[in-house]
C-alpha cells in the first residue's frame, strides 16, 4: 500500500506518487467550449490535496466530434489560454496534467443536418446511419489529434491521452465489432489499429509530446458479454498496446464496458485484463474502474500494476489521497452515478455535496 504514496515516473514525468484522476466530464466548461474557472477551481483543489496526475475532463479535437454537452474543446488556438490556468494552478501544487483528446465518431451530438462520422457504416436510428469515413476524412482526424496536441503543449500541459475506449471513435476503429472496413484500416488488429498508430507516433515525433493511450479491455455487444469474443480481444489489445509502445506511447490507462455488470462481481474491475497485459507488454499500466478502498489499491499494487486511477471517488471526496494516507479505509463514493446526471439539473456534482 505504500508504494502507492510514493513518488515515480511515467516516461521521463516525475509523479508525486502513484495516484490519477481519470478524464472526468464535469459538464461546467464554458459555452465557448473554454475551460472554465470552476474547471480550474476543480482541478486545483485535487492537486491541493496531492492527486499526482489529473487527466482533463473530455476535450474534442474538431466541432463535429462533440459528444457531450457542455464539453470543452481544443480545436483553435483560441482555448489555449483558458487550458495553460488550469495547467498553471495545478503545477502550483506539484500535480500532473495530462489533456485527454477524443472525437466522438458515432458518439456526437446529432444534428439535423450533420455527418456523423465512424470506421463503417452504423445504424443509429431507423432514419439514420453514420458515414463510413474515406482514407482522405481520417487523415484529416489524425492531423486534427495532432494540432490539439500541439495547443496542448502550448498551454503548458504535461502530456496527452487519446481516448481510444468507451465507444468514441478510436475506440469505434480498434473494435472489431464496429470496425467492419477491409482497407488498411480494418480487418487485422494491426489495422484496426493503424489510425491510433499514426496519432501517437506523429504527436511523438512532430509534437515531441508524451502520449498516454486509454483504452478498453474487455468488449460488450449489446448488454452481453460474449466469452470467445473477449478472448479474442484480449489477444487483440495485447499486440495493440505493444504496438503503442513502439510508436512512443508512455502508458495506458485501462479500462472498459459493462461496470454495471461487473461491480456485482469484481472489484478492481479490470485488474485480470491488467495482469495479463503487465505479463506480456513492458508498458506501464494505469487500472481504473471499481477501485474504492485501501484493500483495492493493495490488490493494484500487489499485482505490480504502475499507477492507480480514480474518477467518482474524486468527485464526491477531492481529498480522497490525503485521506487514505492517513488511515482511512473507504471511499464515500456510494456509485450511485448521479454525479452524470445532478450537473445537468442542477448545480451539483455529488448527492452528499454540490
Not at 500494476?305 to 489521497?321: A, G, K, N, T, Y
Amino acid at each position: 500500500m505504500q508504494r502507492a504514496f510514493q513518488s515515480a515516473k511515467i516516461g521521463n514525468i516525475p509523479l508525486k506518487n502513484r495516484f490519477f484522476r481519470s478524464a472526468t466530464h464535469d459538464y461546467f466548461a464554458n459555452p465557448d467550449g473554454s475551460f472554465s474557472e470552476r474547471q480550474v477551481d476543480i482541478t486545483e483543489e485535487l492537486a491541493k490535496h496531492r492527486v499526482g496526475a489529473i487527466i482533463t475532463a473530455i476535450t474534442a479535437i474538431r466541432a463535429d466530434g462533440i459528444s457531450i454537452e457542455n464539453q470543452n474543446r481544443l480545436d483553435d488556438d483560441m482555448y489555449i489560454e483558458s487550458l495553460q490556468k488550469l495547467c498553471d494552478a495545478t503545477h502550483r501544487h506539484g500535480s500532473k496534467v495530462f489533456v485527454q483528446l477524443a472525437h466522438g465518431g458515432a458518439k456526437s451530438l446529432l444534428e439535423a443536418d450533420s455527418m456523423i462520422y465512424s470506421p463503417s457504416t452504423i445504424q443509429l436510428y431507423e432514419d439514420m446511419a453514420t458515414t463510413e469515413m474515406s482514407v482522405k476524412d481520417i487523415a484529416l482526424i489524425i492531423e486534427d489529434f495532432v494540432n490539439a496536441a500541439w495547443r496542448a503543449k502550448l498551454a503548458k500541459a504535461d502530456g496527452v491521452q487519446l481516448h481510444a475506449a468507451h465507444g468514441y471513435l478510436l475506440s469505434q476503429f480498434i473494435s472489431f465489432v464496429s470496425n467492419t472496413r477491409t482497407d488498411e484500416y480494418g480487418g487485422s488488429a494491426s489495422n484496426r489499429f493503424r489510425i491510433v498508430k499514426e496519432i501517437i507516433e506523429r504527436i511523438v515525433k512532430e509534437v515531441d509530446f508524451p502520449v498516454i493511450l486509454k483504452l478498453n479491455s474487455n468488449l460488450l455487444r449489446g448488454n452481453h458479454f460474449i466469452e470467445k469474443e473477449n478472448e479474442t480481444y484480449l489477444a487483440d489489445l495485447i499486440e495493440m498496446i505493444k504496438e503503442a509502445k513502439s510508436a512512443g506511447c508512455i502508458a495506458v490507462e485501462l479500462s472498459g464496458t459493462g461496470f454495471q455488470q461487473l461491480s456485482h462481481i469484481t472489484h478492481p474491475y479490470f485488474i485480470h485484463q491488467a495482469i495479463e497485459v503487465k505479463k506480456l507488454v513492458d508498458i506501464p499500466v494505469i487500472l481504473v474502474g471499481g477501485i474504492r478502498n485501501t484493500k483495492h489499491i493493495q490488490q493494484v499494487m500487489d499485482a505490480n500494476i504502475d499507477f492507480v486511477s480514480m474518477s467518482r471517488p474524486f468527485i464526491c471526496e477531492p481529498d480522497l489521497v490525503d485521506k487514505f494516507k492517513a488511515g482511512q479505509f473507504k471511499a464515500r463514493c456510494i456509485l450511485c452515478n448521479q454525479c452524470f446526471v445532478l450537473p445537468t439539473t442542477k448545480d451539483r456534482r455529488c448527492v452528499f455535496h454540490k
